[in-house]
């Protein structure tokens, strides 16, 4: 209001340089120039006067007087969400390896066939690439990546992170995945897995499990001991099984470790020299192991959830629990 007082009454106002404009008329139109502009000025000088007094008088105070307002009723509680269990570990899993200097790396869901099997070394008649076991994208083929698939592991991220960044690499990939395979307790057709890719110089399985050992007795917070297994997986050689010590009986054999001491935990092994040429780096110079868990399958383990199913199934009275 009194911004507008000063752009009308003001100086510099509207109605200020009217006023001292009169000067330069002739005496008549002096005359009746005048006489109204002074009419205009006292009648708005009254108004702004008015109204400023009657905004000063209705503060909020006084409005609230006027109707009841009971302090005393007890607020409505607004239900808050929280992270996904399946979230809360991967953000777990990203903190200890970052903290070990890994980087961590995304890489996308829909893939061609070129990263997701032949830059993995993985042939054209190669089993996984059955429609079974894979969702294909209606696209058209590409010459040199094939069709377009939805990722059936996270490790066409291993080529992609070569290509991009070369050697040395210290990187995990956790991200979601797709198989066209029929739902059990401990199978779904969408789940989560990690990658994990190192490659230096000079380096051994000795540092993968020295790694792997450290990561699952920072995150269950209790010591665990891991072991290998001979295992084949076409992007790595040789390749391995690891597994890690049963927690619930401390590896003296349970149901659940079908008393064996040990729990099936992921695939790894060095990684094939045709997936580092694939990737642009020199096997001569280089080499590195990479490894590959499903990360459903750990939150499971930590929450001890017997089906994999109500991780995804949207049910907020088992969500809720975490
Ligand atoms: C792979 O996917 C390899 N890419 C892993 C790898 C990476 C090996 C790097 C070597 C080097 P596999 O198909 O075994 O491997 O799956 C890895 C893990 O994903 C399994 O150990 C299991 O924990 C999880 N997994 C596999 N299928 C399912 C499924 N249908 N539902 C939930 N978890 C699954």
């Known amino acids: 209001m009194q911004n507008l007082e000063t752009e009308i009454l003001g100086r510099k106002g509207k ?21 109204l502009s002074n009419k205009v000025k006292t009648s708005l000088e009254k108004e702004f006067e008015h109204k400023i007094k009657e905004l000063e008088n209705t503060s909020i105070e006084k409005e609230l007087g006027k109707t009841f307002f009971d302090t005393t009723i007890p607020g409505k509680t607004r239900q808050l969400g929280h992270i996904h269990p399946l979230s809360q570990v991967q953000e777990e899993v990203e903190r200890i390896f970052s903290q070990m200097g890994f980087a961590v790396m995304d890489g996308p869901e829909v893939e061609s066939e070129y990263y997701n099997f032949e830059g993995l070394n993985i042939p054209k008649d190669h089993p996984a690439r059955d429609m079974q076991d894979t969702f294909f994208i209606q696209s ?17 991220a291993q080529i992609r992170t070569m290509e991009k960044y070369g050697a040395p690499l210290r990187i995990i990939v956790p991200g979601r995945v797709f198989r066209y395979e029929a739902t059990d307790a401990s199978h779904d057709a969408t789940f989560y897995q990690v990658e994990g890719l190192l490659i230096d110089k000079d380096i051994s399985l000795s540092h993968l499990k020295g790694v792997m050992a450290q990561f699952l ?3 269950f917070g209790q010591p665990v001991k891991v072991r290998f297994r001979p295992g084949y997986f076409p992007f790595v050689e040789p390749g391995l099984e690891v597994d890690f010590s049963c927690l619930l009986c401390e590896g003296k054999g349970c149901r659940v470790c079908k008393h064996s001491g040990w729990m099936e935990f992921m695939g790894a092994g060095m990684v094939h020299e045709n997936v580092l040429k694939a990737g642009g780096i020199n096997p001569k110079e280089y080499q590195g192991w990479a490894f590959g868990f499903g990360l459903t399958r750990l939150v499971m383990m930590r929450y001890k959830i017997d089906d994999i199913r109500l991780l995804t199934n949207s049910d907020l009275r088992f969500i809720k629990q975490f």
């Open 15 to 35: 109605l200020t340089l009217i006023l001292r404009g009169i000067k330069d008329l002739s005496d008549e139109e002096k005359r009746t120039v005048g006489q």
């Open 140 to 156: 058209k083929e590409d010459q040199s990546h094939g069709k377009l698939v939805l990722r059936t592991h996270t490790s066409p």
């Open 217 to 219: 007795t920072r995150l």
